[in-house]
């Protein structure tokens, strides 16, 4: 096997934990450079994590010729344009979630991957965290029956708690971002439903800024019917007092519920035989397992994780829930 030498576009607070660390505690793997248009922060990351270069221009990580991958880490709004110059270089890709603003931008994106034949995951990585698949296990073996539906709850206040701190706050800029914190927090939630019960037959939403008091819509509601004939039913409102603040999905079925929340560590499940309560501890670096996968496609010893033809649907449900018509 190939080494994986992985350069990073956008070396932001996202990947101080999350994921930047990770690359070199991976067989095969290494980070190799950090890119970000600040030139001292770029610097100073790579002096911290012990990273052998460092740019200020994407560009000139796209030509490092050490660099074999490419992590992009930036707002949505650059996704494309920089995987697509990295696709063009005969580079692999992991793009951060959502993968674009759009689905007619991840459509371009997936045009890209097939016209140069490279390789791109997008980082929907909760499908390789123990606890998801654990949920997963639970649905596949029936523990609450056959599932009739799933309700999702995501009600925080106007300064969710799980967004990672910006200078900029560029989350709630729709040209940035694509949305709100709907766009940012949502594509995991909606992800790992796509995960659980496959194909979507159709879906319908909306959106509205309730409070005014960013740029982007802080109120999201949408629904989802299965081609196996199971509905998820979804509520995301960023203006609530902190009180009412919430994270809980239901899996209700015939024999039974599991309820988990989404950005929390524990399932609780109950059927007709009692209820049990499992608690979990994320990873360090929690997109160690997802980029341990990566690393096995890359290198032709394992499938795609998370392709972009699935992220494709992904935002295909996003732009139904949020898009003015």
Known sequence: MGTTNWGIIGCGNVTEKKSGQAYNKIPNSKLVG????????????????????????????LNDPEVNSVSIATPPAFHLEYAIAALDKGLNVYVE?????????????AEAVKQSGGKLTVAHYRRALPMFLKVKELLENETIGEVRTAQIRMWKTSKPDLVADSETNWRVNPELSGGGYFHDLAPHQL?????????PERYHGFSLNQSGLTPADDHVCGEILFKNKVIVNG???????????????????TKGKITFPFFGTWIKWKNETGEETLNFAHPE????????????????EGPNPCSI????????????????R
């Open 97 to 109: 979630k959502p993968v674009t603003r759009t689905a007619a931008e991840a459509r371009q994106m």
């Open 285 to 300: 670096h929690i997109q160690q397992p997802m980029i341990a996968k990566i690393v096995a496609y890359f290198n032709d």
């Open 34 to 61: 950090v890119m970000r248009r600040d030139a001292a922060k770029a610097a100073d990351y790579a002096k911290r994590h012990g990273v052998g270069k460092w740019y200020s221009d994407a560009n000139e990580l």
């Open 309 to 324: 033809d699935e992220a494709i649907v992904l935002m295909d449900i996003m732009d139904a829930f949020t898009l003015k």
């Open 235 to 253: 509520s995301w409102c960023f203006n609530v007092t902190e009180s009412e603040t919430t994270d809980t999905c239901e899996i209700i079925g």
């Open 191 to 199: 992800d790992l439903m796509l995960y659980y019960f496959g194909r």
